[in-house]
């Protein structure tokens, strides 16, 4: 199975901040991740694609990266709404990352 | 609007059955692939199985091989997963979702299985 490590388990942020996650694979995945949002009590919502495609209607304060085994998903001015828990995948077998869970400072 | 909604879950001993559906609407059923995908406080977000449009192709995680069935009515808009032989470690959380160039695009609110005695 293909193994997707997420790095950190959880930040603490702040309203405005810079928000940096990553996810590695454990096997070359070539641009085949996905970024998912889940805030408590809700299902996954997919807000980036293929690596580096934002789904539609997600703002573009939302941004991923990546390629092969290193991926980077980016928040780039955080904001209330945006406290959850974010999931990467790889869509070649379907492996979900640990998660990395965003509070506030 | 793209909806899924399950139905079907409940608490179940060990051993028995348990038939989970979903309900779409909002788009055309029949020209999506499907999956099922559950969550647990411990092993997190989990891949069950997937199905292909018509149906006639199907995959499963190996824990759940020969012991879940997925499959679909495409003039009903509804999937299904047959559980069957459940064990405790199959207490989660099941989502339904809906699969884009194997991308799962839209899920559903969940439904919850707890299998005790």
């Known amino acids: 199975d293909i193994v997707m490590t997420q790095s950190p388990t959880s930040m603490s942020i702040s309203v405005g901040d810079r928000v940096t996650m990553n996810c590695k694979a454990s096997q070359n995945v070539g641009s085949n991740v996905d970024w998912y949002q889940q805030k408590t009590g809700q299902s996954p919502k997919l807000l980036i694609y293929?690596?580096?495609n934002r789904y539609t209607g997600v703002p573009d304060r939302f941004t991923g990266s990546g390629s092969g085994t290193d991926f980077t998903f980016t928040i780039s001015n955080m904001q209330a709404e945006d406290l959850a828990v974010y999931y990467c995948m790889q869509s070649n077998s379907w492996t979900f990352g640990g998660g990395t869970k965003l509070e506030l400072k | 609007e793209v909806q899924l909604v399950e139905s079907g879950g409940g608490l179940v001993q060990p051993g028995r059955s348990l038939k989970l559906s979903c309900a779409a609407s909002?788009?055309?059923?029949?020209?999506?692939?499907m999956a099922w995908v559950r969550q647990t406080p411990t092993k997190g977000l989990e891949w069950v199985a997937s199905i292909s449009t018509g149906g006639g192709n199907t995959y499963y995680r190996d824990s759940v091989k020969g012991r879940f069935t997925i499959s679909r009515d495409n003039a009903k808009n509804t999937q299904y997963l047959q559980m069957d032989s459940l064990r405790s470690e199959d207490t989660a959380t099941y989502y339904c979702?809906?699969?884009?160039?194997?991308?799962?695009?839209?899920w559903g609110q969940g439904a919850s299985v707890t299998v005790s005695s």
């Open positions: 293929k690596a580096s």
């Open positions: 909002g788009f055309t059923f029949s020209n999506y692939g």
């Open positions: 979702a809906r699969l884009v160039l194997r991308v799962m695009d839209a």
